[in-house]
């Protein structure tokens, strides 16, 4: 345990993955009746490295984007949260920047995503040799940077040298079917990575996904808690989250709201998290604390955009009645 919360107390961390652009329609307006929509910065590992930042962290991602003015509108946006964007390299030819547009509901929620030809999925291993990762504390990386190569073998090799370094692994599973050939070879290499690392999380399904079956996510998580994570969460929506860590079981409620969309939440999550333990706060509270930023999230608009700051999450939970009971 001491490794990892180490690593996380440096309150510096790289992240490996997607940039995107997000479009997003009017609170409560379908796509078919939208006359305008909004633009801002998405993408898993971009939105927690966003999330970091304005919580206090330091983050510096490292990706793909375009060479275009979609790709610049990326860089500009990280740049505009405090990203580091040393380790962005832009892609020319026909690979584009993933496209994010969904609906600001609940009910009846779509969302499509645009990935054909997606640039941060052509991240090599020179763009990971690249990273001094003496300089940071941990790495994390989102699911989805193992959907295709070369950024599958890259990501593989960060790990590498992350652990190299010294530094320890944090894997949110973010497991979306469309990125990748088929569900036995999403299982197989997401299995793997979780294999890998030292704090793992996850919801229901993803846990229940790579163990074969919903039914046995749970069994799958306190496997992985008991063999090679040191630290694993089992998020179970309005349930709340199970956390495995030293033999150790943590129940946690949720922070009530009223949801404007449910996109974003899971990145939040894992910024509130990381950056609770950052700042000394034991397992529970910074798992209340992740709740609460995914709360805040999921009732504003956009996902960038509406990732807390400081004084927003403080406000947030001192005028909130407070989580449910786990």
């Given at each position: 345990m001491s490794a990892?919360?180490?690593?996380?107390?440096?309150?510096?961390?790289?992240v490996v993955g997607r940039a995107g652009i997000d479009l997003y329609t009017d609170p409560?307006?379908?796509?078919?009746?939208?006359?305008?929509?909004?633009?801002?910065?998405?993408?898993?590992?971009?939105?927690?490295?966003?999330?970091?930042?304005k919580l206090g962290g330091q983050a510096s991602l490292v990706t793909r984007v375009s060479d275009d003015s979609i790709g610049s509108y990326c860089l500009g946006q990280l740049k505009r949260y405090g990203v580091g964007t040393e380790y962005v390299t832009p892609v020319g030819g026909e690979y584009r920047n993933s496209l994010a547009f969904y609906e600001s509901r609940v009910a009846g929620h779509r969302n499509v995503i645009y990935r054909n030809g997606a640039a941060d999925f052509q991240m090599d291993a020179a763009d990971v040799a690249a990273v001094d990762y003496a300089k940071f504390g941990a790495l994390i990386t989102a699911g989805t940077v193992f959907a295709a190569e070369p950024s599958r073998s890259a990501t593989f090799a960060a790990f590498a040298r992350a652990k190299a370094a010294g530094l320890p692994i944090i894997f949110d599973v973010d497991y979306r079917p469309y990125s990748w050939p088929s569900p036995q070879v999403a299982e197989e290499i997401l299995s793997r990575a979780a294999a890998q690392s030292d704090m793992i999380v996850g919801n229901d399904e993803e846990f229940g996904f790579m163990a074969g079956g919903i039914d046995k996510g749970l069994d799958k998580a306190r496997a992985l808690a008991a063999s090679t994570a040191t630290i694993v969460v089992y998020k179970m929506g309005e349930k709340g989250a199970i956390t495995f860590a030293d033999g150790a079981e943590i129940h946690t409620g949720i922070w009530p709201v009223d949801a404007l969309k449910p996109t974003g939440a899971g990145d939040s999550f894992m910024a509130g998290l990381v950056t609770g333990l950052a700042e000394g706060q034991d397992l529970r509270d910074a798992i209340l604390r992740g709740s609460a930023c995914a709360s805040v999230t999921v009732s504003r608009p956009g996902c960038a955009p509406a990732m807390a700051d400081t004084a927003t999450l403080t406000k947030f939970m001192a005028d909130h009645p407070g989580p449910t009971d786990a």
């Amino acid at each position: 345990m001491s490794a990892l919360l180490d690593g996380i107390k440096a309150n510096n961390f790289v992240v490996v993955g997607r940039a995107g652009i997000d479009l997003y329609t009017d609170p409560g307006v379908a796509t078919e009746d939208a006359e305008t929509v909004t633009v801002g910065l998405g993408g898993s590992s971009a939105n927690i490295a966003v999330g970091i930042c304005k919580l206090g962290g330091q983050a510096s991602l490292v990706t793909r984007v375009s060479d275009d003015s979609i790709g610049s509108y990326c860089l500009g946006q990280l740049k505009r949260y405090g990203v580091g964007t040393e380790y962005v390299t832009p892609v020319g030819g026909e690979y584009r920047n993933s496209l994010a547009f969904y609906e600001s509901r609940v009910a009846g929620h779509r969302n499509v995503i645009y990935r054909n030809g997606a640039a941060d999925f052509q991240m090599d291993a020179a763009d990971v040799a690249a990273v001094d990762y003496a300089k940071f504390g941990a790495l994390i990386t989102a699911g989805t940077v193992f959907a295709a190569e070369p950024s599958r073998s890259a990501t593989f090799a960060a790990f590498a040298r992350a652990k190299a370094a010294g530094l320890p692994i944090i894997f949110d599973v973010d497991y979306r079917p469309y990125s990748w050939p088929s569900p036995q070879v999403a299982e197989e290499i997401l299995s793997r990575a979780a294999a890998q690392s030292d704090m793992i999380v996850g919801n229901d399904e993803e846990f229940g996904f790579m163990a074969g079956g919903i039914d046995k996510g749970l069994d799958k998580a306190r496997a992985l808690a008991a063999s090679t994570a040191t630290i694993v969460v089992y998020k179970m929506g309005e349930k709340g989250a199970i956390t495995f860590a030293d033999g150790a079981e943590i129940h946690t409620g949720i922070w009530p709201v009223d949801a404007l969309k449910p996109t974003g939440a899971g990145d939040s999550f894992m910024a509130g998290l990381v950056t609770g333990l950052a700042e000394g706060q034991d397992l529970r509270d910074a798992i209340l604390r992740g709740s609460a930023c995914a709360s805040v999230t999921v009732s504003r608009p956009g996902c960038a955009p509406a990732m807390a700051d400081t004084a927003t999450l403080t406000k947030f939970m001192a005028d909130h009645p407070g989580p449910t009971d786990a």
